[in-house]
């Protein structure tokens, strides 16, 4: 079946550094969407993606689609202790129309 | 800001009950889902739900689990005889303008099978 990995699985930085998750899809996807979970708390989305090689910037964070539709990236600029928690990014495949995906996920742990 | 609300946030029950894990959709949203998380791991899909009927459902959505939506606004998980391996949490979500928009998450039930 579909897998959608992630990696790193944690990654521990200091307040100010940058962090970047990738994502890798075992089949290509119509879509890919980030969410982001905070400990203890639920999936809150972030965004959407749609378009081979498409980028989309919210703030520090920046998102990027593969060519290919089959990876995906999500990259923070100058993380601060409030962007802990963990980051699924989740793919939709062509053909599945509703079922979402999630990926292994990546914690990010954040220090001052 | 509307939110999906699910009932109850904490579920204990013994091994071989039946369980029903409630959700209130977002008033106008039209596709419901049930994903559950084991602690520590990655949100799973367990089935989706649209026009009243199943969509998809996963291979861990075996014949101990159903959903229906009774009164037109809770959309309900049933897992029929409960086991150890159940236990996780639960996660209702639900979509408004078709499967390709967000899906906005319930706080979850934890479920704790003993």
């Known amino acids: 079946g579909q897998q959608v990995m992630q990696i790193p699985q944690y990654q521990h930085v200091q307040e100010g550094e940058d962090f970047t998750t990738y994502c890798n899809s075992s089949?290509?996807?119509?879509?890919i969407q980030w969410y982001k979970q905070r400990p203890g708390g639920h999936p809150v989305f972030l965004i959407q993606?749609?378009?081979?090689?498409e980028v989309k910037k919210q703030k520090r964070l920046t998102f990027q689609f593969g060519e290919a539709k089959k990876n995906s990236s999500l990259h923070i600029t100058a993380t601060q202790t409030t962007d802990v928690g963990t980051y699924f990014c989740?793919?939709?495949?062509?053909?599945?129309?509703?079922?979402?995906?999630f990926g292994t996920g990546t914690r990010l742990q954040v220090t001052l | 800001e509307p939110e999906v609300t699910q009932t109850p946030s904490h579920q204990v029950t013994q091994m071989g009950q039946e369980v029903i894990l409630r959700c209130v959709p977002i008033?106008?949203?039209?596709?419901f889902y049930w994903y559950r998380q084991i602690l520590g791991q990655k949100v799973e899909f367990l089935v989706s739900?649209?026009?009243?009927?199943?969509?998809?459902k996963s291979e861990i959505f075996d014949d101990q689990f159903s959903v229906e939506r009774p009164d037109g606004s809770n959309f309900t998980l049933k897992i029929r005889s409960t086991k150890l391996e159940d236990s996780a949490m639960y996660f209702c979500?639900?979509?408004?303008?078709?499967?390709?928009?967000?899906?906005?998450f319930g706080q979850g039930t934890r479920l704790t099978v003993v």
């Open positions: 739900f649209y026009n009243n009927e199943i969509s998809e």
């Open positions: 979500a639900t979509s408004g303008q078709g499967t390709n928009t967000e899906a906005f």
């Open positions: 089949t290509t996807l119509s879509n």
């Open positions: 989740a793919g939709r495949v062509a053909g599945t129309a509703s079922k979402l995906t």
């Open positions: 993606l749609v378009k081979s090689g």
């Open positions: 008033s106008n949203h039209l596709y």
